[in-house]
C-alpha cells in the first residue's frame, strides 16, 4: 500500500494556458474524490468517481474545469484557460467504498498550482 | 445543508498544555464526524472519525475527540501537547448516507512553543 500519490507535486503555469493534473488512489478503492484547498481556507468539494462513473460535481467546477477517470483506476484533472482565481492546492483523496464507517478518505500529497 | 465551524483559526499553547481545538456542525440528518491534520506541504491525514458508535473516540497520537449531540461539538482534545503537534486542524462531517463527500471547516492553526 504505497498511498495516494498526485503528480505534479507543483506546477507553475500562465494564465490562458491549460494543465492537467495526475491522481493515482490506493490499488482497489473504488471512489476517488478532488477537492480544491485555497490558503487560508479547508479543502472544498470538486467532484467525485464510483469507478469510472463520475457521479457528483460540484458547482465549483465551472466548464473550464474537467476530470477523468477511464479505467476506474487513475484521474485526471484538467483546467483549461486557466485564471489567477485557479491558484490553489489541488487535492485527490480515495476510499474503499461501500458506505458506512469503512468508507475513511485517504489524501494525496495534493498539486499545488500557481497561475501567473 | 451540512456545515461545520471551527472556532479560532490559530491557537497557541505551551508544551505539555492541554489542547482543545473547537468544532460544530451543522447537520439535519446524523453526521459522520472527522479530524483531519496538514502538516506543511502534505496532504491530509485522518486522526481520528465520529460513525455513531462510542461518542468518545480516540485517536492517533493521543488525541480524542467527544460527539456530543445537543451541543452539536465535536472537540479534539489532547491531554498534553508536544512540540510535533503543530500542524493544521481541519473538522469535516458527511451525511451516513450518500457518497461520503467531505465538508470541511477553515482549519485551526496550533502553534506549540516550548
Known amino acids: 500500500d504505497t498511498g495516494v500519490s498526485q503528480d505534479p507535486r507543483h506546477k507553475i503555469t500562465k494564465r490562458g494556458q491549460n494543465v492537467t493534473f495526475r491522481c493515482d488512489p490506493i490499488?482497489?478503492?473504488?471512489?476517488l474524490y478532488w477537492y480544491r484547498q485555497t490558503l487560508g481556507q479547508g479543502p472544498e468539494f470538486l467532484t467525485y468517481?464510483?469507478?469510472?462513473?463520475?457521479?457528483?460535481k460540484s458547482r465549483l467546477l465551472s466548464d473550464r474545469f474537467s476530470a477523468e477517470r477511464p479505467k476506474g483506476s487513475f484521474s485526471t484533472l484538467e483546467i483549461q484557460r486557466t485564471e489567477q482565481g485557479d491558484s490553489a492546492m489541488y487535492l485527490c483523496?480515495?476510499?474503499?467504498?461501500?458506505?458506512?464507517?469503512?468508507?475513511?478518505?485517504?489524501f494525496g500529497p495534493g498539486t499545488r498550482l500557481t497561475v501567473l | 445543508a451540512q456545515s461545520v465551524t471551527q472556532l479560532g483559526s490559530h491557537v497557541s499553547v505551551s508544551e505539555g498544555a492541554l489542547v482543545l481545538l473547537r468544532c460544530n456542525y451543522s447537520?439535519?440528518?446524523?453526521?459522520?464526524l472527522f479530524w483531519y491534520v496538514q502538516y506543511p506541504n502534505q496532504g491530509l491525514q485522518l486522526l481520528l472519525k465520529?460513525?455513531?458508535?462510542?461518542?468518545l473516540v480516540k485517536g492517533i497520537n493521543g488525541f480524542e475527540a467527544e460527539f456530543k449531540k445537543s451541543e452539536t461539538s465535536f472537540h479534539l482534545t489532547k491531554p498534553s501537547a508536544h512540540m510535533s503537534d503543530a500542524a493544521e486542524y481541519f473538522c469535516?462531517?458527511?451525511?451516513?448516507?450518500?457518497?461520503?463527500?467531505?465538508?470541511f471547516g477553515a482549519g485551526t492553526r496550533l502553534a506549540v512553543h516550548p
Open positions: 483523496a480515495s476510499s474503499l467504498g461501500g458506505g458506512g464507517s469503512t468508507d475513511t478518505q485517504y
Open positions: 490499488s482497489e478503492h473504488n471512489r
Open positions: 468517481f464510483q469507478n469510472e462513473a463520475q457521479l457528483e
Open positions: 447537520s439535519s440528518v446524523p453526521p459522520y
Open positions: 465520529y460513525t455513531s458508535a462510542a461518542t
Open positions: 469535516a462531517v458527511t451525511p451516513i448516507s450518500g457518497y461520503n463527500k467531505l465538508i
